[in-house]
């Protein structure tokens, strides 16, 4: 498989350049940031898949992204929902820049991502470490309507965690719940281990109090998180008086197998 620049008639968008993929003696045309590119491409001159993309040596993705394009050929335009179960299968097996590259592609096109699209396209940002373009997707999905959901809100908040902004998403957190949005045990979780990671364990178990039967119920996942940090922070006693809790309350450690 090969990749090539060329000339289009139209002049494409600042942020844009356009490869064609061959696959299988198909061509399937790619609309990529050139923040996502490796390296600034050379004109006239070809490289091989394998080594610019090494997850495009995989038959699956080669597969989907074909599928992808045969949607945008159709007539009328397939509903958005059928570009997003090919976008959630590449987004699975982790190729965000791709998926990010295809969803460019559709609003070209024209075609308006649903919901689902477009969180799909939140946690690829989030993933690659850009929150920003995340919250700005975010951003469209408040003022199309959508009501974000959980699944949504965890994404962002381990976005900034990803980051070691933990301090940022729990600003987020505060933001979310007092506008009345639900969290759940994988939020608490999320922003729980975020903080023990940065070295902040007494500001991990506040929060484990803070949320203790008011938010959520914590569960062996965010006590054994805290545990953990304990002991490589050496506080020894602390640690085993909260596993002690842990045992009181009846929290099971059979639930993290």
């Known amino acids: ?17 356009m490869f064609l993929f061959s696959t299988r003696s198909r ?34 993705l080669d597969n ?4 992808f394009n045969s949607l945008l050929r159709k007539n009328p335009t397939p509903p958005p929902i059928e570009f997003g179960k090919i976008l959630g299968s590449i987004v699975k097996a982790k190729h965000y820049s791709i998926a990010i590259s295809l969803f460019q592609q559709m609003e070209i096109r ?17 993933q690659l470490g850009h929150i920003t373009f995340a919250f700005s997707v975010f951003s469209k999905i408040l003022k199309r ?10 994404t962002l908040i381990k976005g900034f965690c990803l980051k070691g902004e933990v301090h940022k998403a729990l600003h987020f957190h505060d933001k979310v719940v007092a506008q009345g949005f639900h969290l759940n045990q994988v939020s608490y979780g999320t922003l729980i281990n975020g903080l023990c990671k940065v070295g902040e364990t007494r500001a991990a178990l506040e929060l484990l109090r803070r949320v203790d039967g008011k938010l959520v119920q914590p569960n062996v996942v965010m006590y054994s998180t805290i545990i953990d940090s304990m002991c490589k922070d050496k506080l020894v006693s602390d640690a085993c008086d909260l596993y002690s809790e842990m045992v009181v309350k009846r929290i099971s450690l059979f639930l993290m197998w």
């Open 110 to 126: 024209g075609i308006n991502p649903d919901f689902v699209t477009c969180s799909l396209l939140i946690n690829c940002f989030c």
């Open 145 to 154: 309507g959508y009501h974000p959901n959980t699944i949504t809100l965890n």
């Open 64 to 67: 989907s992204i074909s599928l």
């Open 1 to 17: 498989m090969k990749i090539r620049r060329f000339c289009l008639s139209q002049p494409l968008q600042p942020q844009q350049t």
């Open 27 to 60: 061509f399937v045309s790619l609309f990529i940031p050139k923040k996502f590119l490796p390296f600034n491409f050379i004109p006239s001159f070809c490289f091989s898949a394998s080594t610019l993309f090494p997850q495009f040596n995989n038959p699956h």
